[in-house]
Nanobody
Framework: QVQLVESGGGLVQPGGSLRLSCAGS????????MNWYRQAPGKERELVAA????????NYADSVKGRFTISRDNAKNTVYLQMNSLKPEDTAVYYC???????????WGQGTQVTVSS
């Protein structure tokens, strides 16, 4: 069965860094665009970053552009989110996601908490 498992979240001070991982199984990982979303308490879920199946193209929300980097290692069925220069506004639960059959099916991980605070 399809499964996505995020890891790497935690507590970090403003200006610090974290590297999130999302491991996929049960599907052909390299065939799909992978996305990172986040949701903070009382806020709407927002798309943070996306990467094409071969890793050739990426896109970022304006709020994280220049600070976050999405990458993937298809041999390990894993997508990463390197988060640098973290701000308190980055505090949220981070989820990885992909769409199958041109959006007919959605798959989500369980999420990993990122807290940026002094």
């Amino acid at each position: 069965q399809v499964q996505l498992v995020e890891s790497g979240g935690g507590l970090v001070q403003p200006g610090g860094s974290l590297r999130l991982s999302c491991a996929g199984s049960g599907f052909t990982f390299s065939s799909y665009v992978m996305n990172w979303y986040r949701q903070a308490p009382g806020k709407e879920r927002e798309l943070v970053a996306a990467i094409t199946g071969d890793g050739g193209s990426t896109n970022y929300a304006d709020s994280v552009k220049g600070r976050f980097t999405i990458s993937r290692d298809n041999a390990k069925n894993t997508v990463y989110l390197q988060m640098n220069s973290l701000k308190p506004e980055d505090t949220a639960v981070y989820y990885c996601n992909f769409l199958m059959r041109f959006g007919r099916y959605e798959y989500w991980g369980q999420g990993t908490q990122v807290t940026v605070s002094s």
